[in-house]
């Protein structure tokens, strides 16, 4: 039995995202697909005094709306977008329980990396937060494979070329997914359940689930993990 997760990078994500990369054996990161404006591989949200607010990374289109992820570049005219991050991530969460722990690691990242290719920034960041999480799960990008068929054909010859008998996808795959290819190669399809994550303390008045998991690791630190699914 192997399970495999094939999702694109995202920035900062939150914590079903990573509950998914611990719970399966190996992850592609497929960022091969088409980049679109306004989702959540160039933004995710955090929690400040005024309730949730957006962190986007300036992506510097330029017309080309069928670039691929993988190609799309930070705006030349916004290069100074990490310490706007950082500075509204120091106001929002300075009181929280184990931001000073934490501190030190992130800060590094946002104020030394000049990576300006989106999947490599969020793949910084989701190497980072893989560490303090302890989630160990391989990953390899889809770019080391050649893509054959339409949208789902192509990631059942992913899951054919890594050997997989299980795959685990997002809940909002239902509506374009073939599932009659993957039962085709003997293949079972799993949709993850992002519901029921239990609440934990939060700064900021009444609890918001969609935030990036940076929300839980500064307020909860080493109890991070009873507040997730697959530890």
């Given amino acids: 039995m192997k399970k495999l997760f094939i999702i694109q990078t995202n920035y900062i994500p939150w914590k079903g995202y990573f509950d998914a990369l611990n719970m399966v054996d190996e992850v592609i990161l497929y960022d091969d697909?088409?980049?679109?404006?306004?989702?959540?591989?160039?933004?995710?949200?955090?929690?400040?005094?005024?309730?949730?607010?957006w962190l986007t990374i300036p992506i510097d289109v330029k017309g080309k709306m069928q670039q691929k992820i993988s190609e799309a570049v930070v705006s030349d005219r916004y290069l100074d977008w990490r310490e706007g991050h950082w500075k509204t991530l120091q106001m929002s969460y300075s009181k929280a329980a184990y931001f000073k722990t934490f501190m030190g690691d992130f800060e590094n990242l946002y104020k030394n990396d000049k990576e300006i290719y989106l999947s490599k920034i969020n793949?910084?960041?989701?190497?980072?937060?893989?560490?303090?999480?302890?989630?160990?799960?391989?990953?390899r990008w889809s770019s080391e494979f050649e893509l054959k068929g339409d949208k789902t054909e192509k990631l059942v010859n992913l899951c054919i070329e890594t050997n997989t008998t299980d795959y685990f996808t997002g809940p909002s795959a239902r509506d374009y997914l073939n599932?009659?290819?993957?039962?085709?190669?003997?293949?079972?399809?799993?949709?993850?359940?992002?519901?029921?994550?239990?609440?934990y303390t939060q700064l900021y008045g009444d609890f918001v689930h969609e935030l990036s998991i940076l929300d839980l690791i500064f307020n909860e630190g080493p109890n991070m993990h009873k507040f997730m699914k697959s530890f």
């Fill in 179 to 199: 599932e009659s290819l993957f039962e085709k190669e003997g293949i079972r399809v799993h949709y993850l359940d992002y519901s029921n994550y239990p609440k």
């Fill in 33 to 53: 697909m088409q980049y679109t404006k306004n989702d959540w591989r160039n933004r995710n949200k955090i929690k400040t005094a005024q309730g949730a607010q």
């Fill in 123 to 139: 793949n910084s960041f989701i190497t980072l937060i893989n560490s303090i999480l302890g989630v160990k799960t391989p990953m």
